[in-house]
């Protein structure tokens, strides 16, 4: 496998329980925040993203919910899957500063059978 | 969502030479970005590859290291010149799609030795 993950935090959890990853971003300037899959030996995968002007958005089984108050951003797995089992980072997105991510430490989810 | 492709997916290279990356997309994107992920960590943005014009590096990164070329909407390069160890990593391109998400390629793992 591919050395992607292996100094991040890691959160292990059973599979079929929840899972709550964290992030903290610090500008406050930032509009548009993102969430990404990366399992080893791949590219990041888009799970899902969040504007500014809200602060709850839910997928297929994922939500994220962002607080702005405290700058802080959380990804919501519901009923984790042995395929979840992957690093996760966020990233906040400056559309006033062309599109670009600065992506944010990330996290590695392990699911156990 | 935009099909990304790279060249190559993994390569060895002795310190002093220079690895060319190549970036091909689907379908024509306004734009492009070269990031870089060093073992264990998360993705740092290396430059915005702007067609028909010179690429604009963040900072830390300069064009002799890593010249950029896009000749076109749907390909661009990425070369790591003069490589030594410390240039072993992940290196990964995106492209912000008609809806504003950004999609990443797969990836090109680079060992120099």
């Known amino acids: 496998g591919e050395s992607v993950g292996l100094h991040l935090p890691t959160l292990s959890v059973q599979e079929g329980d929840n899972s709550i990853i964290n992030c903290a971003y610090s500008n406050s300037a930032s509009d548009y925040f993102i969430w990404y899959k990366q399992e080893s030996g791949k590219g990041p995968q888009f799970i899902i993203d969040?504007?500014?002007?809200?602060d709850k958005r839910q997928g297929q089984r994922v939500t994220v919910l962002l607080n702005k108050t405290v700058k802080h951003l959380s990804l919501q797995i519901a009923a984790t899957q042995p395929g979840d089992s992957a690093v996760y980072f966020c990233a906040e997105n400056g559309q006033a500063a062309g599109n670009k991510l600065t992506f944010g430490g990330g996290t590695r989810v392990l699911v156990k059978p | 969502s935009a099909v990304i492709s790279q060249k190559p997916s993994r390569d060895i290279c002795q310190r002093g030479t220079s690895l060319t990356i190549q970036c091909q997309v689907d379908?024509?994107?306004?734009?492009m970005f070269w990031y870089r992920q060093q073992p264990g960590q998360s993705l740092t943005l290396i430059a915005t590859a702007n067609q028909g014009s010179e690429a604009t590096y963040e900072s830390g990164f300069v064009i002799d290291k890593f010249p950029i070329s896009r000749p076109n909407l749907t390909f661009s390069t990425l070369t790591v010149s003069n490589m030594s160890p410390e240039d072993s990593s992940i290196y990964l391109c995106?492209?912000?799609?008609?809806?504003?998400?950004?999609?990443f390629g797969p990836g090109t793992r680079l060992t120099v030795l």
């Open positions: 969040i504007r500014s002007n809200m």
């Open positions: 995106s492209v912000v799609g008609a809806s504003n998400e950004q999609f």
């Open positions: 379908s024509q994107v306004t734009m």
